[in-house]
Nanobody, 115 residues
Framework: GQFVESGGGLVQPGGSLRLSCRGSGFTFDNIALGWYRQTPGEARVAVAT????????YIRPSVQGRFTISRDNSKGAVYLQMDNLQPEDTGVYYC?????????WGQGAQVTVSS
């Protein structure tokens, strides 16, 4: 099984991106999911998480009010809406279970915020 991310890109400060992720090889709607960000030289951190039903979410304080996580279990997909992006949001974004599964990391989605 694996997660496959899409939707990254280059955006100017203040811009928006929407990341999408689909998973395979497991029962999607039984699993809490998260978006994780990795930048060079730093540990991978959870940016946002969502429960299996979507009833509860966690947003990292540094992106609260700008990022929104959602999921559509009928499509086997989880999303990250990122608004008012800032240079410090730059990194590779991955989706995975919460806690993550080591063997399921995908290729990630590169997000670059730069003028």
């Amino acid at each position: 099984g694996q997660f496959v991310e899409s939707g990254g890109g280059l955006v100017q400060p203040g811009g928006s991106l929407r990341l999408s992720c689909r998973g395979s090889g497991f029962t999607f709607d039984n699993i809490a999911l998260g978006w994780y960000r990795q930048t060079p030289g730093e540990a991978r951190v959870a940016v946002a998480t969502i429960t299996d039903t979507g009833d509860d979410t966690y947003i990292r304080p540094s992106v609260q009010g700008r990022f929104t996580i959602s999921r559509d279990n009928s499509k086997g997909a989880v999303y990250l809406q990122m608004d008012n992006l800032q240079p410090e949001d730059t990194g590779v974004y991955y989706c995975n279970a919460v806690p993550w599964w080591n063997d399921y990391w995908g290729q990630g989605a590169q997000v670059t915020v730069s003028s």
